[in-house]
């Protein structure tokens, strides 16, 4: 699910640091491992990912041939995937190597419990809570370069137009040639000196958001956001535009989940990705937040027609594609050919248990060490391509992951939203008493004391925030009054009179 990306400025303000640190601890983040999930972190990361014994020697091939990167924003260091892209003739030849995360995480352990516990990294526009500690997620278990590393190793095969023709799993030993960010990437692009691998890749990337647009899907490429101090006080929103080599890059992560998705299907267990169709009741949200910023909708233009004429780097369009995250709310987890939750008869797995947005069945299994459900799903497809049944640690687990990552998609959520709100607040405090241009764009059914409440979509700032007024025109466009922006409170509060 892609969410709105924040980021503090490094010297940020107190304030808002000391509001994001109380939301942590409102919405349940934990702030440390404990001692004993530590101490198995790193007891695992010395002996070099052997928590599988030996089924996890067995059969782990060497391919430290495959010239893999590692294409990643600035400064990462939890490093999931490695990519290798190659003609094959009459298509192409996809080499995907995804941290064996597995590998380290002794089953029933302490870190196996606490990875449950928090069942998602959870990114914060100033620090972020990892589910491994880092001696794991950005050390032993990390795909950095020039380093061997376990790893899963996904070979897909395309043809001319990127269709998916074949596609196998094993375990490997890796080793990274390169981390690129995707600045460098995409400047060995543009100048022409990228290398064969690189440029495939960015062939691969337009046939496959092409044949994403054949089915219907959408991805949406929402901008980085960093809160920025002036010298004044005041505080300002900048965008870093997102690149084509990152709709490209991830293009190669959503072929590798629709190839799991099928290979678990054909199992007959596993874990898919769901999300249904958005709600009309959304869509009509939207257009009214497209109209609040000036972008032209057509009545005729579907939304997944729409988001691929948007441009992050345009402000307007930024601020509409972090609003369109909402429609992403309904996606969950279904776990099948397991027993449901209560022990009853194996879940069933529907004719069609498609992604909406990406109008194809999904799996996660690309970001094993940032995300808990990739590391059994990936397991369940090891288990297919090799013949055998999936492990029993494995079986066991599925039937509660979706719940379990359900709970963990709330908190991370929760935290999401106050962050929106505290950055929301620190860009308006001071400024009690202007009106602002806007849009109204959602409307509570009811009213209290004679006062309907609802939502403004601002046109500058882009910031959607609570209205109150006597009557609030759905659709409308209004001249609002800041009436409170409070960052301690995360509260912006305007009134309509």
């Not at 030849?93 to 998602?120: C, K, M, N, S, W």
């Not at 600045?183 to 100048?191: H, S, Y």
């Not at 055998?388 to 999401?416: D, H, N, Q, Y």
Request: net charge negative.
């Amino acid at each position: 699910m892609p969410t709105r990306q924040l980021h503090l400025a490094q010297a940020g303000p107190a304030e808002v640091a000391d509001a994001l640190a109380a939301l942590r601890a409102e919405v349940g983040l934990p702030a440390m491992f404990p001692a004993e999930v530590r101490d198995e972190a790193e007891t695992s990361a010395a002996d070099g990912g052997q928590a599988l014994g030996d089924d996890g020697r067995q059969g782990r091939q060497d391919r430290r041939d495959v010239e893999l990167v590692t294409i990643d924003p600035p400064g990462s260091m939890d490093l999931d995937q490695a990519v290798h892209v190659a003609s094959s003739g009459r298509g192409y030849i996809v080499r995907y190597a995804i941290a064996d995360v597995a590998a380290f995480v002794q089953p029933g352990g302490a870190l196996d419990a606490e990875t449950h516990r928090r069942g998602t990294t959870v990114y914060g526009p100033d620090v972020r809570t990892p589910l491994h500690p880092t001696v794991l997620s950005e050390g032993a278990a990390s795909l950095l370069p020039e380093e061997d590393r376990p790893a899963v190793l996904w070979t897909i095969g395309l043809d001319a137009d990127g269709e998916i023709t074949s596609s196998s799993v094993t375990r490997a030993t890796v080793r990274s040639r390169a981390r690129l960010t995707y600045g460098e990437a995409q400047a060995q692009l543009d100048a022409g000196t990228a290398p064969d691998s690189l440029s495939l890749l960015a062939d691969v990337g337009r046939l496959r958001q092409a044949r994403e647009r054949d089915r219907g899907g959408v991805s949406l490429e929402v901008p980085e956001q960093e809160i920025v101090p002036q010298a004044d006080g005041s505080f300002s929103l900048e965008l870093r535009r997102t690149l084509p080599v990152e709709g490209w890059n991830a293009q190669i992560s959503l072929l590798t989940g629709i190839a799991a998705a099928a290979m678990m299907r054909e199992a007959g267990v596993g874990l898919l990705r769901t999300l249904p169709p958005a709600d009309d009741r959304d869509i009509a949200r939207l257009r009214r937040t497209a109209a609040a910023l000036g972008i032209g909708w057509p009545d005729e233009v579907s939304y997944a027609q729409l988001v691929p004429t948007l441009e992050s780097r345009r402000p307007a369009h930024a601020a509409f594609l972090a609003e369109a995250t909402s429609l992403f709310r309904g996606a969950g987890y279904l776990a099948f050919g397991v027993p449901g939750p209560d022990g009853g008869a194996p879940v069933a797995l529907p004719a069609d248990a498609r992604h909406a947005a990406i109008g194809a069945e999904y799996a996660h299994v690309t970001a094993p060490l940032r995300r808990l459900a990739d590391r059994y799903a990936t397991e369940v497809c090891l288990a297919h391509a090799a013949s055998k049944e999936p492990p029993a640690w494995v079986t066991e687990a599925l039937p509660a992951l979706p719940e379990t990552m359900a709970a963990a998609s709330r908190t991370a959520g929760a935290f999401e939203r106050g962050c929106v709100d505290v950055v929301e607040a620190a860009l308006l405090a001071g400024r009690e008493g202007e009106t602002f241009d806007g849009v109204v764009v959602d409307v509570r059914d009811g009213d209290k004391d004679g006062v309907r409440r609802g939502e403004v979509m601002l046109t500058e700032p882009a910031v959607r925030a609570r209205l109150e007024g006597a009557d609030l025109p759905l659709g409308e466009r209004v001249r609002a009054t800041l009436a409170e922006a409070s960052v301690p409170d995360r509260r912006v509060l305007f009134t309509l009179r």
